[in-house]
């Protein structure tokens, strides 16, 4: 508990309870803390482990980058190899509307890249984002957050925000030919893990064209194969205008990208030149991390295996006290009666060494993002444990 006081007095919390684990090191599937408990980890950084912790081959990579050189200048002036292998890569697995990518430092800040190329490509300032969204927390992504009471008191954000609710069709008719940019999650992620109906997605890209607006689709969550294709859009049969990502790209250190046509994203180059700038954006021992696992995931069975973890995750979480689980491959959120019951299962899974988490916004439920890699035992091993603590509350509260 060497550090425990030292977090506590000197490093900022943002709720006043922490779970506050003092972490030994992580491994696999794996997380040790300093008193030798091993847990098994069903959050992976909160969707960002995608290749589950210190994976050999991102450990390479990363060990190889370091051995020739760290930063060496402001994002987009040098050739740094790591980082055009990674844009040329994403480029192939992407449409031809979506060639170019602009590497960021985190998701909030793609997210940020993202709003000001719409802005700029249209000459319009209307954004239009949906309720319950989560984009980040600076300020530009706070403005395009959907939910008041997490943002009240930071305002005034940015205006001309207008909200629509996810899955209405009802409400498309908001998009008009004032709005520069539709932004939504392709699967909302705090939320609830909820997952685009109907054609929806599709509709709303049809009406972003009628209109000239262009439609952003924030996958920091759902991609890079956590749903059973690289990104989740790939599974409704549309484009966006903008992809944003982060978080699993990284093979577990902090990276974001934003992706667009060739053409929209040059105009970052004039109108104002340096139209939007980073120091460590593209860092290159990031940018190999990246690669790695950009490379690791499209070359293996991981992503087609996260549907069939799925199938089993559902067919093992059967329980009177879950409602329903949610989402997609290894996105996914299991519902428990009350915001009382979900914390409980976090907290008593913690206890018997199995990391679950909540989500942001809907306190029902119980986040489970495992690492692609998750093994099937492990799963069985993890869903044993989340069913013993759910006996456990039930027998208390009948
Ligand atoms: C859907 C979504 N968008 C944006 C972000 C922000 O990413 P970051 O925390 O890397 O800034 C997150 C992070 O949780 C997210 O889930």
């Not at 059973?228 to 790209?249: A, N, R, S, T, W």
């Not at 199938?311 to 996105?331: A, D, N, Q, T, Y």
């Not at 060494?353 to 439920?365: C, D, R, T």
């Amino acid at each position: 508990m060497a550090h425990r006081e030292g977090f506590f007095k000197y490093q900022a919390q943002t709720t006043p309870h922490p779970l506050a684990m003092e972490v030994a090191n992580a491994e696999g599937s794996y997380i040790y803390d300093t008193t030798g408990k091993k847990y098994l980890d069903f959050v992976a950084g909160v969707s960002a482990c995608s290749l589950g912790h210190r994976h050999p081959k991102v450990i390479r990579a990363i060990k190889e980058q370091l051995d020739q050189y760290l930063h060496v200048m402001v994002y987009g002036e040098y050739i740094q190899k790591s980082a055009v292998e990674l844009t040329t890569l994403l480029a192939k697995h992407l449409s031809p509307s979506l060639q170019k990518t602009y590497l960021t430092n985190s998701g909030t800040e793609a997210i940020e890249g993202a709003l000001k190329l719409a802005r700029r490509a249209t000459g319009r300032s209307q954004i239009i984002a949906a309720k319950l969204a989560y984009h980040g927390n600076t300020m530009g992504a706070l403005s395009v957050m959907g939910y008041e009471e997490r943002k009240q008191v930071f305002r005034p954000l940015i205006p001309e925000i207008e909200f629509l609710e996810f899955n209405n069709e009802d409400d498309l008719d908001i998009i008009t030919s004032k709005t520069a940019a539709v932004i939504l999650e392709t699967i909302q992620g705090g939320a609830g893990f909820i997952m685009p109906t109907n054609d929806y997605l599709k509709k709303v890209k049809q009406r972003c064209q009628q209109v000239g607006a262009k439609l952003i689709l924030d996958e920091i969550q759902p991609g890079f194969g956590r749903t059973g294709e690289l990104f989740g859009f790939q599974h409704y049969d549309i484009v966006p205008d903008i992809l944003v990502m982060g978080k699993g790209m990284g093979g577990g250190l902090p990276i974001g990208a934003f992706t667009a046509s060739e053409a929209m994203m040059d105009l970052l180059m004039a109108n104002p030149k340096l139209g939007h700038i980073t120091t460590f954006g593209g860092n290159p021992v990031i940018a190999a991390a990246a690669l790695a696992t950009l490379k690791e995931i499209t070359e293996t069975n991981l992503i087609p295996a996260t549907l069939t973890k799925e199938k089993l995750f559902r067919s093992l979480l059967i329980h009177p006290l879950i409602k329903e689980v949610r989402g997609k491959g290894l996105m996914l959120a299991m519902l428990t009666p009350s915001a009382e019951i979900a914390t409980e299962v976090v907290l008593q899974c913690q206890e018997k060494e199995l990391i679950l988490f909540w989500l942001l916004f809907e306190n029902k439920a119980v986040r489970i993002t495992p690492p692609l890699t998750i093994s099937e035992d492990e799963i069985k091993e993890g869903c044993a444990i989340i069913l013993e603590v759910l006996n456990k509350i039930q027998e208390k509260t009948t």
